[in-house]
């Protein structure tokens, strides 16, 4: 077992850290751990930097990730910092039928949350891992997959195949790193208090079963080095393992059948 305390971290790279999950990673790690986060949307990336303990530790990186050269942007900053820890938090959606949802959407869903977490990583990796043995450290990689990853879900079918690429890939990851000095997860949550929900045009539910995103943060940073997989909530985990146990034909027609009745309420706003 590693020491899953984030102040092990001199430096770290976190995607979609404009809001959300991204943005409650920046504030859970101390001071001292520089950092460099990216996202679409420099007024809330200069907002987080400005509201954090120690501003002067931050990099911006204004980057789409859906673009090659923002990627190889990112890259660049990232390996100046020598990051030790990398988090893949970005991540688009987009609920309803495939045939009509906006087929740039759906491209840019595959780029993001597929594309980028696999260059990304693929690039970092080496230098981590070098660092890592040279100074006697340990250096960590989270992936943010999510429940539906664990499923086919009809009416969200694109994001939650991209999400089960995600898990797939980290698990497979950390057992291939497993005897390096690098810890790997893929981080599971299910719903969560953040404006995904609206940009992906999901119908409202009941709030009372999502999670803060600083609940989802805080866990992913504590299961680093102890598991590869963790799923945050007992409800979730409980939904994960059904959508792995039960007959593929009845999780596809039922899950179709509640995301039908879901698709008639009001979207998010």
Request: hydrophobic share 50%; proline share 7%.
């Amino acid at each position: 077992m590693t020491d899953p305390s984030p102040n092990r971290f001199r430096a770290a790279l976190i995607t979609g850290a404009s809001s959300g999950i991204g943005a409650a990673f920046a504030a859970l790690l101390p001071a001292p751990t520089t950092l460099v986060l990216t996202g679409r949307d420099r007024a809330a990336l200069e907002q987080l930097r400005d509201g954090l303990a120690a501003p002067e530790r931050v990099d911006l990186v204004v980057a789409d990730l859906a673009q090659p050269a923002d990627r190889a942007r990112l890259i660049e900053a990232a390996e100046a910092r020598n990051i030790d820890l990398l988090v893949n938090n970005a991540g688009l959606g987009a609920f309803g039928l495939v045939i009509e949802n906006d087929p740039r959407r759906e491209a840019e869903m595959a780029e993001v949350n597929v594309v980028a977490p696999v260059v990304l990583t693929r690039a970092l990796l080496p230098g981590m891992l070098a660092r890592a043995r040279a100074e006697g450290r340990r250096g960590g990689v989270i992936v943010v997959s999510s429940v539906v990853g664990f499923g086919p879900v009809p009416r969200f079918a694109t994001y939650a195949a991209t999400k089960a690429f995600d898990l797939h890939y980290a698990e497979a990851l950390a057992t291939e790193l497993a005897d390096s000095p690098i810890d790997v997860l893929a981080l599971c949550p299910g719903a969560t208090k953040t404006a995904f929900g609206a940009r992906a045009g999901t119908p409202v539910g009941p709030a009372s079963l999502a999670h803060s995103a600083e609940r989802v943060a805080r866990e992913g940073l504590a299961a680093l080095g102890r598991r590869p997989v963790h799923v945050v909530g007992g409800a979730n985990l409980a939904t994960a393992l059904s959508l792995r146990l039960l007959p593929r034909p009845l999780i596809r027609r039922g899950v179709a059948a509640v995301n039908a009745r879901l698709a008639r309420r009001p979207k998010r706003e």
